[in-house]
């Protein structure tokens, strides 16, 4: 049940007061909202009854903002007051901010206001316990020393020339100090000050102007960590004195927490970047691959073009596999698992690794064929990765050796990672496994590396063990399950039929996809193998094409699917309807586009994966039109 949050919103616009009502809807308030217009109006509800929060707009009709604020501190109220402003200017929001207002929301990004909102209701409620706090302290001096001295918060007790009169064992613990050591001194004599005089007088100056002033700085604790504290200051009567009390906060996790998730934001843009540039690199591809495979079969006699062509047509075939694995990555997603000898796979990531780790690491890998396993290519290299990667990290202050090993034990395939690092200690050891976790520098680990690959074994129904001393290296051995059965005769060295032969050559083939080099090729293709086409680079275009001509022109399809205006599917099902006999080949960089239900839908289709060898093309062709 969400908490009933009682508003008074200074607002003149019937349009923007209801846009406020909306967004904090929309982030689970149940609102109370008393509206006030003008000076007048808002001079008279805030005195009629008790509320959480002060929402004003900063320019009115007859006012503005500082007016509004003016009239708010004249009530000594101690909730939040909080701007909303189209336009408020630098000099003006730090003025706002000086006469008091907490914050100020442009009405162009509010979606920050639910969240401002909930920080200010936790910082007003943190003031009222203060001021519990400090009633109780005239209440009972004993209960004050417990709630006091044991305060899980750094806390410090000052009078008005700063001399500490009481300190908490959560202060002292923090800063490894002695009680006898700091009472009766400045607080900015102490260590951790040094560095904040300005700060000190910060905070004393915003004290005298306004409610309850905090801020940030950061500090180094007595294990020479660097520890962000969160300090306000509020003075308090005790025996009809007048004192100072510093309350801190230690923000440090949390910090880290925001860095991991900016972190993560970053590694989710990193990856919609990627596939941006994979599909477009798949397409140059595309065009690569296809005319090699052309060249190929045309130097029949010329070794050495042949083997030219060989060459290309091998290396498109690794580009192929990177971009899947970008493909991937980019999506966040499992991917299709396939019955694979992991062992190519394991010698192409280590090519990477070799190019990547530092020359003082020497590499030794022992890989063994022919074990084969379900699984996805990226998976695996993913593991290979984020194992090396962390192992050549282990090293990196000195000399060392990363072993890699491939082979079997009785019904697994057994993948083992050896560095002679720095090893991992047994506390570190019960947290390796944990997402975010990091024992690197700051901005040198996600501290997903670990996480990612102890998810993938587990997916796969396998096991990873690791064996470490401190000082002496660590070894990671994963073993997956051995894939047996049937699907292993898939495997098959039959060349696909590169040829159009058996079939009707009566009806054309209609190309589409808004590359034009992808359409040269394909057209060039199959026109040197006695097949009629016609080619359109845009998806309307093509509609229009088809509809110009008598039904059954065309006997197959063949098309992207990702293109501007309509994509190949949504064009699939409007030829359907003209010609329910037309067959569909859809070549794309992404299969998982396409879902089956669609192919099914549509009676005649085929998904291809770019880049598509020609002969994979032709045989389909074959298939649909003979």
């Not at 009676?603 to 093309?617: C, M, N, R, T």
Request: proline letters at 4%; one cysteine or more.
């Amino acid at each position: 049940m969400s908490e009933l949050l009682r508003v008074l919103l200074v607002e003149d616009s019937d349009e923007d007061a209801e846009l406020f009502q909306r967004v904090l809807q929309r982030e689970g308030f149940e609102l109370e909202i008393t509206r006030a217009v003008n000076a007048k109006e808002f001079s008279a509800f805030i005195d009629q009854k008790k509320y959480d929060i002060v929402v004003s707009d900063f320019q009115l009709i007859d006012t503005n903002g500082f007016k509004i604020l003016e009239i708010f501190n004249t009530r000594h109220l101690d909730i939040p007051f909080i701007t909303v402003s189209g336009r408020v200017g630098e000099e003006n929001a730090v003025r706002l901010m000086r006469k008091g207002a907490r914050d100020y929301v442009m009405k162009d990004q509010l979606s920050r206001l639910a969240p401002v909102i909930r920080r200010e209701l936790e910082e007003y409620r943190a003031r009222r316990e203060n001021e519990y706090f400090e009633r109780k302290l005239k209440e009972s001096e004993a209960k004050f020393s417990q709630v006091f001295r044991f305060s899980p918060d750094p806390v410090v007790i000052t009078d008005d020339k700063l001399i500490i009169r009481e300190i908490n064992y959560s202060y002292l613990a923090m800063f490894g100090l002695m009680i006898d050591e700091v009472v009766g001194r400045k607080i900015d004599t102490l260590a951790m000050w040094e560095k904040h005089e300005n700060f000190i007088h910060y905070l004393l100056k915003m004290h005298l102007g306004a409610h309850s002033p905090s801020t940030e700085c950061n500090m180094t604790d007595a294990e020479g960590k660097e520890r962000t504290i969160h300090w306000s200051l509020k003075s308090i009567q005790v025996n009809d004195e007048e004192l100072l009390l510093w309350n801190g906060r230690d923000l440090t996790e949390l910090k880290q927490l925001e860095g991991k998730l900016q972190q993560t934001e970053r590694i989710h843009a990193i990856g919609t970047l990627a596939g941006g540039i994979a599909h477009d690199f798949n397409n140059i591809l595309a065009v690569i691959y296809g005319y090699a495979e052309m060249g190929l079969s045309n130097s029949e006699g010329k070794p050495r073009f042949h083997r030219y062509f060989s060459e290309i047509i091998r290396s498109s075939d690794r580009a192929k596999e990177l971009i899947k694995q970008i493909l991937t990555f980019s999506r966040m997603e499992e991917g299709k698992r396939d019955i694979i000898d992991p062992a190519p796979i394991v010698k192409e990531a280590l090519k990477m690794i070799r190019a990547t780790i530092p020359s003082t690491v020497e590499l030794k890998a022992h890989i063994e064929s022919g074990h084969h396993i379900l699984a996805n290519i990226s998976h695996i290299h993913q593991i290979i990765l984020n194992l090396c990667t962390n192992a050549a990290y282990a090293m990196k202050k000195k000399p060392g050796t990363l072993r890699i090993s491939l082979d079997s034990i009785e019904n697994f395939c057994r993948l083992q990672v050896q560095d002679t690092g720095v090893g991992i200690t047994p506390e570190t050891m019960k947290r390796i496994f944990l997402p975010y976790f990091t024992t690197k520098d700051v901005n040198e680990g996600t501290g997903l590396g670990l996480s990612v690959v102890h998810g993938i074994v587990e997916k796969y129904k396998g096991s990873i063990d690791v064996a470490s001393k401190p000082g002496e290296g660590t070894c990671f051995t994963i073993l997956l399950p051995l894939s047996h059965g049937d699907d292993e005769n898939n495997i098959t060295d039959e060349e696909p039929n590169n040829t159009l032969s058996n079939i009707r050559t009566d009806q054309k083939i209609l190309i589409v996809d808004d590359e034009p080099s992808i359409v040269n090729y394909l057209q060039e293709l199959l026109s040197s193998s006695g097949i009629s086409v016609d080619s359109e680079t845009k998806s309307i275009e093509a509609l229009k094409r088809f509809l110009s001509v008598p039904p059954q022109t065309y006997a197959t399809v063949i098309t992207d699917q990702s293109m501007p205006t309509m994509t190949g599917t949504e064009l699939a099902y409007r030829l359907r309807k003209y010609d329910p006999a037309i067959s569909f080949i859809f070549i794309t960089g992404n299969e998982e586009s396409i879902p089956e239900s669609v192919i099914r839908d549509l009676g005649q289709g085929i998904i291809l994966s770019k880049p598509v060898s020609s002969g994979d093309l032709l045989q389909t062709l074959r298939g649909f039109m003979s």
